[in-house]
T-cell receptor
């Protein structure tokens, strides 16, 4: 099946710094990628939809200036957590939809996640 | 919140028993998917069922979908200790984004 990678798999940073997380589709093109956030023992909350070549669409309550998304190519989306604070500590997961999948259907392929800890 | 709900929140069974998890959602959907997540890891896709399907099988997994009740169930037969994980349903509405349910934490005791 299709593979989505994330880098780094984990990161520890100090408060006030910015952290960039990469999401790559390795063997397929993805015009659309999604970023989720997951707190311990909770479900995944969709943060934003990343669209190649255009601005990301953020879910209600997600600060676009705090979580910068750039979908620079058909295989790469990045999420930058700016001026990170301890409350930003979480598990961030991306997913990508295969460009070749039929519209409205198709499996989303998830990355392995990035665990962010802000001290 | 658009998030779906799953029940039970937690389930503990003996190896060999069947495990059933239920998912309810709020809006009309194009398809529903079930995912598995081991502790602190990424998600693994298990099965996708389309809105015009009522039942689907994959190995020891059986998924049903009742769009009139806006609900789905995942049945794992002859469970194994390795099935211990969290299970999530995710509903797709045709805009490619998926909304996840609250999840069921399954523990299979050897």
């Amino acid at each position: 099946g299709a593979v989505v990678s994330q880098h780094p798999s984990w990161v520890i940073c100090k408060s006030g710094t910015s952290v960039k997380i990469e999401c790559r589709s390795l063997d397929f093109q993805a015009t659309t990628m999604f970023w989720y956030r997951q707190f311990p023992k909770q479900s995944l909350m969709l943060m934003a939809t990343s669209n190649e070549g255009s601005k990301a669409t953020y879910e209600q309550g997600v600060e676009k200036d705090k979580f910068l998304i750039n979908h620079a190519s058909l295989t790469l989306s990045t999420l930058t957590v700016t001026s990170a604070h301890p409350e930003d500590s979480s598990f961030y997961i991306c997913s990508a939809r295969d460009l070749g999948a039929r519209e409205g259907l198709g499996t989303q392929y998830f990355g392995p996640g990035t665990r962010l800890t802000v001290l | 919140s658009q998030q779906g709900e799953e029940d039970p929140q937690a389930l503990s069974i003996q190896e060999g028993e069947n495990a059933t998890m239920n998912c309810s959602y709020k809006t009309s959907i194009n398809n529903l998917q079930w995912y598995r997540q081991n502790s602190g890891r990424g998600l693994v896709h298990l099965i996708l069922i389309r809105s015009n399907e009522r039942e689907k099988h994959s190995g020891r997994l059986r998924v049903t979908l009742d769009t009139s009740k806006k609900s789905s169930s995942l049945l794992i037969t002859a469970s194994r200790a390795a099935d211990t994980a969290s299970y999530f349903c995710a509903t797709g509405t045709g805009t490619y984004k998926y909304i996840f349910g609250t999840g069921t934490r399954l523990k299979v005791l050897a």
